[in-house]
């Protein structure tokens, strides 16, 4: 889980269990908690479809018999708040009351983190004003199509250049009220590589500005591989050079 968890980017998480009660050096912060949501909405968009059923009705099956009890989702929002999509609540008494909450309104999909509330109408009280400051504040950029790169020239290769292009489509959330339109993109390639060159070998970036400040990027990889020419190969390119 630790290993996982650094993989997501979540720098000041440690795991000291798997059931989230609390113990010594089991820590997280609501940054992490947020990164790991996103993995899980993106990842398993269909957990939305679990987690808002708001009641539901269970048969516990026994060597005793058959008996039917019903569960309530722990998630309020997802009765009370139109916006709400889901996610996971928790609680313990060093946690206190917590939530990872998903919305969508229109386009725009949040996620509101909450630690440490001192109950549960307060936990998602803080949940709602977070949503509705960023449904108020944030707009979306989305590339809509990525504009073609020029191919790389390679030194000692079988090709004299190679394929490269932006890996994907730049996104970026802005919560200032900037006109967006004036966003920039700027991109810094390497002038030539030397074989071999595989295939998804980041070889420069798209770098996005806005208002002269940069505002991410995304990598410029290789589509193919080139490998290196060999003395075989070289001598017969002299050789169809002379004839032609």
């Not at 030194?155 to 994907?168: F, L, P, W």
């Not at 810094?188 to 770098?207: C, F, N, R, W, Y």
Request: aromatic fraction near 8%; proline fraction near 2%.
């Amino acid at each position: 889980m630790n290993e996982r968890a650094k993989g997501l980017g979540m720098e000041n998480t440690h795991f000291k269990n798997c059931n989230g009660l609390d113990s010594d050096g089991h820590l997280t912060t609501a940054r992490d908690i947020a990164l790991m949501s996103r993995e899980l909405i993106t990842k398993y968009p269909q957990i939305h479809d679990y987690c808002m059923i708001w009641m539901e009705n269970i048969i516990h099956k026994t060597k005793k018999g058959e008996k039917e009890f019903g569960l309530s989702n722990t998630n309020k929002l997802v009765r009370h708040y139109e916006y709400a999509t889901g996610l996971k609540t928790g609680s313990t008494s060093k946690a206190k009351f917590c939530i990872s909450a998903t919305a969508k309104k229109e386009d725009m999909e949040l996620i509101a983190v909450i630690m440490a509330a001192n109950d549960s109408k307060l936990r998602n009280k803080d949940a709602i004003t977070l949503f509705n400051y960023g449904f108020g504040k944030c707009q979306k950029y989305i590339e809509d199509a990525v504009k073609p790169v020029k191919p790389v020239k390679v030194k000692h290769g079988v090709r004299d250049n190679i394929s490269v292009a932006q890996k994907e489509p730049f996104f970026y959330v802005d919560a200032t009220g900037a006109d967006l339109n004036t966003i920039e993109r700027k991109v810094i390639v390497k002038k030539s590589l030397k074989a071999p060159v595989k295939k998804g070998k980041k070889v420069g970036e798209a770098a996005y500005y806005l208002g002269g400040e940069k505002i991410g990027s995304i990598d410029i990889v290789t589509e193919e591989t080139v490998n290196v020419i060999s003395y075989k190969s070289a001598m017969g390119d002299v050789v169809k050079e002379i004839l032609l």
